[in-house]
C-alpha cells in the first residue's frame, strides 16, 4: 500500500537518513567534478584569448591605440569566467543525469 501523504520530518526513518545522506554525497562529487572541469576550461580559455589579445594589441595600430591594459584583462577575463561557468553547469547536469540514470532501474541508459 502506497503512501499518499508525503512523511514529516518527525516521520524519518534510519533509511531515508542514509539514503539523504548518499543523495548529498553525490551532490557534493558532482559539484566538485563541475569545479574541477570548470577550473581547466577557464584556464585553456584564458590561456587560448591572452595570446592573440596581447600580440594583437602590439602589433595592430587599431588595437595598440584601443586596448589599454584593463580592457586587454578585461576580455581574458571574461572569456575565462565564460568557460568556466558553461563547462562546470555541463559537466554538473551530466553528472546528474548520469547517477540519475544508475540509480533508476526502469530507465535504460
Not at 45 to 57: D, E, M, N, Q, V
Request: with cysteine.
Amino acid at each position: 500500500m502506497a503512501k499518499n501523504v508525503a512523511e514529516s520530518p518527525l516521520e524519518i526513518t534510519s533509511s531515508s537518513l542514509g539514503s539523504l545522506d548518499q543523495k548529498l554525497a553525490m551532490a557534493k562529487r558532482c559539484s566538485h567534478e563541475g569545479v574541477v572541469a570548470g577550473a581547466k576550461a577557464a584556464i585553456v580559455a584564458g590561456i587560448a584569448t591572452a595570446i592573440p589579445t596581447l600580440a594583437s594589441a602590439r602589433m595592430l595600430p587599431w588595437a595598440r591605440a584601443n586596448l589599454n591594459h584593463t580592457a586587454q584583462a578585461l576580455i581574458i577575463s571574461t572569456v575565462a569566467g565564460a568557460a568556466y561557468f558553461i563547462v562546470a553547469d555541463k559537466t554538473v547536469l551530466a553528472t546528474a543525469r548520469r547517477n540519475s540514470f544508475k540509480q533508476n532501474p526502469n530507465i535504460e541508459a
